[in-house]
């Protein structure tokens, strides 16, 4: 076994060590390998995943329900002395104070394989209101829909189809609490065939918005599901690679000025013209060669 298969075999080892609780559902995500370094005072063990979505999904799976925000970056949890960062494809748990974010982004510089992409679309979908702190789950394969969302996972929502979900947990008064599941398809075709699967289970509430599929379960009353889900819809955004039409006011300005400038140039050329038939004349008459009817007659009028 060469020197860098036993550092992956040895880093994969530390892995499902560290992930014991769950390693399928971490193979899911994408899990790639981890390094832990020492760094003024903290202990910072980094996750490589295979894409910035395994690492939110893994970031969001971690979290508690005692984690609040923090100010080193956009996806950062704290819980007393432990910090959970995501950022690109990697995940972080830090143990000590938490780094400010110029120490932060410093420390990205040193990392391999970081690989900047957008965030999935299906985040932009989740109300906010009355959202549970933390309970946002970001589903990526049976695993983590067995995980997540235990009471759909009988049926098969197309993730083999490139279906991805988010699940959460919202407050609704009164100490109730219920379920929302959205899945984001690649296609509205593929969401509407799969919706009659999910609105044949019992005590679902189920509506379908362009690509979107969201569902309300867990307890909640017809009115609190259709207020929930009344919140979810979906905005087609077509963006346009056509170069763009030309602004009209500058080919007007390009006539006019052409229209200017040819006139000028006729003007040019008439008098030109006139002094060169006028220099023609003087010189006939000058030397003896203009004929007597081309003579000009000059009336000699005086005011006598």
């Not at 880093?11 to 390693?23: G, I, R």
């Not at 510089?109 to 989740?126: K, V």
């Not at 929302?180 to 969401?191: D, G, K, S, V």
């Amino acid at each position: 076994m060469s020197r860098r298969q036993r550092l992956i075999y040895a880093s994969l080892l530390f892995a499902t060590c560290v992930f014991a609780d769950d390693p399928a559902l971490w193979r899911e995500f994408g899990l790639a390998d981890t390094q832990t370094l020492q760094q003024d005072g903290r202990s910072i063990t980094a996750y490589r995943m295979k894409d910035l979505t395994g690492a939110l999904a893994a970031w969001e799976w971690q979290r508690t329900p005692a984690d609040r925000p923090c100010a080193t970056n956009s996806f950062c949890a704290q819980d007393g002395k432990r910090t959970l960062i995501t950022e690109d494809n990697y995940l972080f748990a830090i143990d000590g104070p938490a780094p400010t974010q110029a120490q932060f982004a410093a420390f990205l510089q040193t990392l391999p394989n970081l690989r900047d992409t957008s965030l999935p679309a299906i985040l932009t979908f989740i109300p906010r209101s009355g959202l549970v702190p933390n309970s946002s789950r970001y589903i990526l394969g049976p695993e983590s829909f067995e995980a997540f969302a235990p009471e759909l996972s009988h049926i098969k929502p197309g993730f083999n189809e490139g279906a991805e979900a988010q699940v959460a947990q919202y407050n609704l008064g009164n100490n109730a609490r219920a379920h929302l599941a959205i899945f984001n398809y690649p296609t509205p075709e593929m969401a509407r065939l799969h919706a009659p699967e999910f609105k044949a289970l019992a005590n679902v509430h189920v509506k379908r918005s362009g690509v979107l599929l969201a569902m309300v379960y867990g307890g909640a009353t017809n009115a609190q599901a259709d207020t929930l889900l009344s919140r979810i819809e979906y905005e087609a955004r077509i963006t346009w690679n056509d170069v763009p039409p030309p602004n009209p006011i500058k080919p007007l300005y390009r006539l006019l000025l052409n229209i200017m400038w040819m006139s000028i140039a006729l003007s040019s050329l008439a008098l030109l013209a006139g002094l060169i038939y006028a220099g023609m004349r003087l010189y006939r008459r000058r030397f003896g060669s203009l004929e007597a009817d081309e003579a000009m007659t000059t009336l000699h009028l005086t005011g006598d």
